[in-house]
């Protein structure tokens, strides 16, 4: 079972970027996906999610209406398309999955969460 990150880079305040996570040995429709972030000197914190088999996404209220998480089952992989970046988007992401389906106030913990990918750093300058 691995997952794979990608994506990340250096942008401009208000610019774009889409990460990827590709995942291998299990099915991502089968899995709640999340994408966390953490910057330097601060806890891993959850920005987006997607559970099994669900099409609603769910998102914290600091990425709402910039970030959106999705995936395509054909291609095993999840995607967090990021755009109006801010400087305190700063930080490496990292994609992580959890067998079935997590109920929303666990989704935003790294405990439930079994496998991880490595993170991809993602630098907004101002």
């Known amino acids: 079972v691995q997952l794979q990150a990608s994506g990340g880079g250096l942008v401009q305040d208000g610019g774009s970027l889409r990460l990827s996570c590709a995942a291998s040995?299990?099915?991502?429709?089968?899995?709640?996906i999340g994408w966390f972030r953490q910057a330097p000197g601060k806890e891993r914190e959850g920005v987006s999610f997607?559970?099994?088999?669900?099409?609603?996404?769910i998102n914290a209220d600091s990425v709402k209406g910039r970030f959106t998480i999705s995936r395509d089952n054909a291609k095993n992989t999840v995607y967090l398309q990021m755009n109006s970046l801010q400087p305190e988007d700063t930080a490496a992401y990292f994609c992580?999955?959890?067998?079935?389906?997590?109920?929303?106030?666990?989704?935003?913990?790294?405990?439930?969460?079994?496998?991880w990918g490595r993170g991809t750093q993602v630098t907004v300058s101002s």
């Open positions: 992580a999955a959890a067998k079935g389906r997590l109920i929303i106030s666990n989704l935003w913990t790294p405990t439930p969460y079994s496998y």
């Open positions: 040995g299990f099915s991502v429709n089968d899995y709640t």
């Open positions: 997607l559970r099994n088999r669900e099409s609603r996404t």
